[in-house]
């Protein structure tokens, strides 16, 4: 099943030139970029990282490389 482009942990992604993230499918080279967490758009990652913004507006996301 391919991405539904509704960004959650686990989805796939990638970062597009002006820092929106769109959601992906995970299988072959296509990303290696994964969700870690999603956060209100106002906040940061755990991690101290800014993260991305989800190109629906849902949030901030906060990524791991696999």
Known sequence: ???DG???AGSCVEVDA???AREVSCTGT???LVVEN???TD???S???IGYLDRLGLG???LKQQ
């Open 38 to 40: 999603l956060v209100p």
């Open 60 to 62: 901030r996301v906060c």
């Open 30 to 32: 296509e990303s290696d």
């Open 43 to 45: 906040s940061v990652c």
């Open 18 to 20: 002006t820092g929106f």
């Open 1 to 3: 099943m391919g991405p």
């Open 47 to 49: 991690d101290g990282a």
């Open 6 to 8: 509704v960004i959650q």
